[in-house]
């Protein structure tokens, strides 16, 4: 549970907001901007300006000593300065949003029911004010600062003011506590808690807290601090995200302000993404919630939606293969064989033998066959296959591959007929190319799902038709599929492509990088973060290309980008294709300037954890490994950057080979030599190219919209 700060600069906590003012007329903060500490804690400040006084608001939560079940405290500060005379205005508002009715839904009822007297605050509203506390029907819901004073037009009692003459020696400094839940009167400790709470102890915790939390997982330190401190805040929002259930589970969420609930596809990604990062107890916690639990513990596995049956399955295989405890295996292998009971009495009863169709619930929008659901299915059955070889089941293992084989040739022999009139375009359904919007089909079935081979013709016109007709600024759209688009474009009657989908490029972008296309790779990092907030959130949708920015209802940060995000980064430094681990599959001209450096800390592989570092000069590469492998690769694999010609190779330890631009080293070496020429003029990619290009395209869109990149031309 978390307090929204609202585009004017209020504070709301779904049963009232605290209203600030500033200046002669009490003018709203209105903030265009709000920025991170140290550009990626989650302590939040912005600021404004009237009458020649600067008004600094920062802003910050904590549960009461840290305990995720205790009610959360919102501290915000406001700070004075300049010369002139300040005036601050504050006031709780009884603004109720339907958020309340999201927390129930989201199985936090227990969390409200415990604070606040449901029949007192459904009372007429009453709004009361003693010294500092400001009560609503009697429960505490603001403790403002000492000094306050009623201004002549006040209509309720928490209206205030305070007033100073301030110098930038001589600052105003005000401090509010908000509760997230109104706490009634009969929780006297826990009000008096909070009234007595101090602001700076509570905001030197949450700085501490954070700074050591973050420093568990993997960490990345390179030239561009927007790739970084969106990578560090990503996965903030992401543990935010995180809810304590009545019980003892921790649930995943999307977020705290949209689609704030546990959604199968969403949390496998922020399962794998907490793996990938080292976080394996938190990928446990949240891997939990796919488990139904019986007298003997895991009995099977949770159906929540029509295409999770493999979702979870990987959530869980990949754990294992993250972490190789064959333990864990061993507890949770009680699910597999009901799982795949309910994968065969689906696929018994379909005309297709495959996933049953569903109607259009979500993402591709049709109704029939989804495509995406055999990727899912094929990828969850490798995942029941290695589950079982881990705790010795041989039968269940080779029904897991049987089961798999009998998809696999259902599912081609249904698809051939599509894509040979689509030329190789796999399109979102199964029952007619024209119908769906695009989805997991634009992934090409490379990553996650390992279903084609990178190079497999079908992914390369996959790729050759959703890039230049479903990309705007850079970014995938939502809308009528990359095939029907091709073709209503040919016909001379255009069809709009939809709204811009923040994560869903990221399907692309894992595809074009196991293709082993860096540039168009950096182009869609970019691309991606320059529609990224201040504060680093990703949205979903409804923002339409070329258009006003606001993604309405559909509120950042979203926590699928956040996990899609750092998936992406890591993939670039530290990647896996099948016995090899690959290093530097793609980095930015901005990252390897002579005299540059990329550094990765405790980078977890299903082979093991690593730190790396690249030093790059003018004509070579120097490459650092520290690991600690639990199963070696069989190779690493060191990409050179596209734009240098390498012409060297060397190691430490064991023979180094040239390879397709690559070096392709033993993993006992610790030290790599990459020998290069550099390109007479680097491509101009950068974070602040693509910010500029952005603002230049929305300025000025261009008669031709059909582009690939935003740093990229059309192809």
């Known amino acids: ?318 754990h294992l293969e993250m972490t190789g405890d064959v333990d864990f295996a061993a507890w949770v292998h009680a699910v597999v064989g009901p799982h795949l009971d309910a994968l065969t009495a689906a696929m018994d009863a379909d005309p297709l ?67 040979r009139e689509t030329g190789g375009y796999l399109p979102p359904g199964l029952e007619a190319a024209d119908v769906g919007f695009d989805w997991a089909n634009v992934s090409g079935g490379v990553y996650p799902f390992g279903v084609f081979a990178p190079d497999d013709p079908r992914v390369t016109a996959t790729l050759a038709l959703v890039r230049p007709a479903r990309y705007r600024e850079g970014l995938m759209t939502y809308g009528p599929n990359a095939w029907t688009l091709d073709r209503a474009a040919a016909a001379g009657r255009p069809v709009a492509p939809g709204d811009l989908h923040h994560y869903l490029t990221m399907y692309v972008t894992q595809t074009l990088l196991a293709r082993g296309e860096q540039e168009a790779v950096i182009a869609d990092l970019y691309a991606v973060l320059a529609h990224t907030s201040a504060t680093h959130g990703g949205f979903e949708r409804v923002i339409q290309p070329y258009g006003v920015a606001d993604p309405q209802w559909n509120r950042p940060p979203h926590g699928w980008f956040a996990a899609r995000y750092l998936e992406l980064v890591r993939n670039l430094l530290v990647r896996e294709a099948g016995p090899d681990l690959h290093l530097f599959s793609a980095v930015s001209p901005a990252w390897v300037a002579p005299g540059q450096h990329i550094a990765v800390e405790r980078a977890a592989t299903r082979f093991g954890d690593l730190d790396l570092r690249l030093d790059a000069a003018a004509d070579a590469g120097v490459v650092t490994l520290a690991p600690t492998w639990r199963t070696p690769p069989r190779a690493l694999v060191v990409h050179a950057p596209w734009f240098v010609t390498l012409t060297a190779v060397a190691a430490d330890v064991g023979e180094a080979q040239l390879v397709d631009g690559a070096a392709v080293v033993s993993p006992a070496a610790t030290r790599v030599t990459l020998t290069w020429t550099r390109s007479a003029a680097p491509p101009a990619l950068s974070y602040d190219a693509a910010v500029d290009a952005l603002v230049a395209k929305r300025a000025a869109p261009p008669t031709d919209p059909l582009e690939a990149s935003l740093l990229l031309p059309p192809r």
């Open 1 to 318: 549970m978390a307090v929204q700060i609202t585009p004017d600069g209020a504070f709301n906590t779904g049963f009232g907001e605290l209203d600030l003012g500033f200046g002669p007329a009490g003018a709203r903060p209105n903030p265009r901007l709000r920025t991170l500490r140290d550009g990626y804690l989650p302590i939040v400040s912005y600021a404004a300006t009237e009458g020649g006084v600067t008004y600094t608001v920062e802003a910050w939560a904590a549960p009461l000593d840290l305990d995720p079940r205790a009610n959360l405290a919102c501290y915000v500060r406001v700070r004075a300065t300049g010369d002139g005379a300040a005036r601050v205005t504050a006031a709780f508002s009884d603004w109720v949003a339907d958020v309340t009715r999201v927390e129930r839904e989201a199985d936090e009822g227990w969390f409200i029911d415990r604070l606040l007297d449901e029949a007192r605050w459904a009372e007429p509203t009453l709004v009361q004010r003693s010294g500092r506390v400001v009560t609503r029907n009697d429960h505490l819901v603001l403790v403002v600062p000492d000094g306050g004073a009623s201004p002549p037009a006040a209509v309720n009692a928490s209206e205030l003011e305070w007033r100073a003459s301030v110098t930038p020696e001589a600052p105003l400094r005000l401090d509010f506590v908000l509760p997230l839940v109104p706490v009634a009167p009969a929780h006297d400790a826990i009000v008096q808690r909070i009234i007595g709470a101090s602001p700076d102890a509570a905001l030197a915790e949450v700085d501490a807290y954070w700074r050591a939390r973050l420093a568990e997982a993997m960490t990345v330190d390179l030239p561009e601090a927007k790739v970084v401190d969106a990578f560090r805040a990503s996965l903030a929002w992401l543990l935010i995200a995180r809810d304590a259930t009545a019980g003892d589970r921790v649930v995943q969420t999307v977020s705290e302000n949209t689609f704030k609930d546990f959604f199968p596809r969403d949390a496998a990604y922020m399962t794998r993404t907490y793996d990938m990062l080292g976080l394996h107890d938190t990928a446990f916690d949240t891997l939990e919630r796919f488990i139904v639990y019986g007298a003997d513990g895991p009995a099977r596995l949770e159906r929540l939606q029509p295409d999770d049956w493999g979702q979870s399955l990987w959530a869980i295989g990949g």
């Open 353 to 419: 033998g495959l996933w049953p169709a569903a109607g259009p619930y979500d993402n591709e929008n049709l109704t029939g066959h989804y495509l995406g659901h055999s990727f899912w299915v094929l990828l969850g059955l490798a995942e029941a296959a290695r589950l079982s070889a881990a705790v010795g089941d041989v039968i269940t293992e080779a029904r897991a591959h049987q089961l798999r084989d009998a998809y696999e040739e259902r599912f081609l022999a249904t698809l051939e007929p599509l894509t």
